[in-house]
């Protein structure tokens, strides 16, 4: 910086910034003070979409997994946006040091380059070699057998006119269910339609229904999944319980397969 003119006081300011890391919190208060101070654009811009991601996070109860480094850097002719790289869990496998094992970020205007629209991008690339070298120091240390790779519940949202689909509270449900060690999932879409949510849960036995109503009075719907045609399947809501009783209702589920009644 100092190379391209700018002056010695500016060079020790933003080296003193891009020097600073915390958890994502800590970070995005301290970058509100240089939001309001300076009202630019990019970083307007910049801090919001960190400030949604920590709401994903925050949902997804895994925040603190997460650090927010000013220092980070790639490919700044390219990338448009969020920038992140994946490194092991140091207290899981401390004698295997391989730095990160994944990194990517958003970049919208790249491929679009090459087509005739404008196409929003975001990618991740893995570093295979490092992430077997980690899976053989760990393989020694198992001795059970891995998990089934398969899905127990899968979460839907339905809503009317002003649905916004409810991905937020998808996600808490999500972690509630594999906190309870009960396998589940849901579609990335922020606003899925009810007959992709059905094509993408084929196979999965259950369902946990998300509604705005719902979720103002503590409650969620469970069913069956796949049972008839797909219409009807479609058409049966579920039955109603309170959100405590969720992991209960649907262990109980789970446990008995063959059995309809109340669902």
Not at 135 to 156: F, H, N, P, Q
Not at 158 to 186: P, S, T, Y
């Amino acid at each position: 910086m100092l190379e391209k003119g700018l002056p010695g006081e500016v060079v020790d300011r933003v080296g003193g910034r891009v020097q600073r890391s915390g958890t994502m919190r800590e970070m995005l208060g301290a970058l509100a003070w240089d939001v309001a101070l300076t009202r630019n654009k990019s970083l307007v811009e910049g801090v919001a979409e960190m400030e949604l991601l920590a709401s994903y996070l925050e949902a997804m109860e895994v925040i603190d997994k997460v650090t927010f480094d000013l220092s980070l850097a790639r490919g700044l002719d390219y990338y448009t946006g969020l920038i992140y790289e994946v490194v092991p869990d140091r207290t899981s496998q401390p004698t295997t040091q391989v730095g990160s094992i994944a990194a990517g970020g958003r970049y919208d205007g790249l491929v679009g380059m090459y087509g005739r629209r404008p196409l929003p991008c975001i990618g991740v690339s893995f570093g295979v070699d490092r992430i077997f070298t980690i899976l053989d120091a760990r393989r020694e240390k198992k001795s059970g057998s891995d998990l089934a790779s398969r899905t127990d519940v899968y979460i839907m949202a339905f809503g009317g006119k002003d649905f916004d689909g409810l991905l937020l509270e998808r996600m808490r449900v999500a972690r509630q269910l594999w906190n309870a060690g009960i396998r589940a999932e849901f579609t990335a879409k922020v606003k899925p339609k009810p007959v992709q949510q059905f094509n993408s849960s084929k196979g999965v036995p259950a369902a946990v229904i998300v509604g705005r109503e719902e979720l103002e009075a503590g409650q969620v719907r469970v069913k069956r999944l796949h049972l008839g045609p797909k219409n009807e399947d479609l058409k049966e809501k579920g039955q109603l319980i309170l959100r405590e009783n969720l992991v209960e209702e649907v262990k109980r589920l789970l446990a008995s397969p063959s059995s309809r009644q109340g669902y």
